[in-house]
């Protein structure tokens, strides 16, 4: 079966670092196209960034310069790199394969993406 699982989610200070990881598995394509979202309380949920199988990558203009996403081919893994964390950053994260937008009202929602991780919180205090 196709699985997406995260990790890594918590509670850091402004100024802090986190990183977010997500472990795919039974997907035919050894490096499937991931996107990292979030979506706080009363927000849409937003694509933050996103990995393809040829590298390419794309980060929301809000997070340029702070995050950065890469993969583990080994471990199937890939990985979203937070730094210096601002308490706007505070969201429930999720991870998707072959999303279809940058933006939508809630996630997850499989009509632009079949696969969803679970969600991972990330809090960040002032």
């Known amino acids: 079966d196709v699985q997406l699982v995260e990790s890594g989610g918590g509670s850091v200070q402004a100024g802090g670092s986190l990183t977010l990881a997500c472990s795919a598995s039974?997907?035919?394509?050894?490096?499937?196209?991931i996107g990292w979202y979030r979506q706080a309380p009363g927000n849409e949920c937003e694509l933050v960034s996103s990995?393809?199988?040829?590298?390419?990558?794309y980060y929301t203009p809000s997070v340029k310069g702070r995050f950065t996403i890469s993969r583990d081919n080994a471990k199937k893994t890939v990985y979203l790199q937070m730094n210096s964390l601002k308490p706007e950053d505070t969201a429930v994260y999720y991870c998707?394969?072959?999303?279809?937008?940058?933006?939508?009202?809630?996630?997850?929602?499989?009509?632009?993406?079949?696969?969803w991780g679970q969600g991972t919180q990330v809090t960040v205090s002032s």
């Open positions: 998707a394969a072959d999303p279809i937008a940058f933006l939508m009202a809630d996630c997850p929602d499989d009509h632009y993406s079949k696969f």
């Open positions: 990995l393809s199988s040829d590298a390419s990558t």
């Open positions: 039974g997907f035919a394509d050894d490096e499937p196209f």
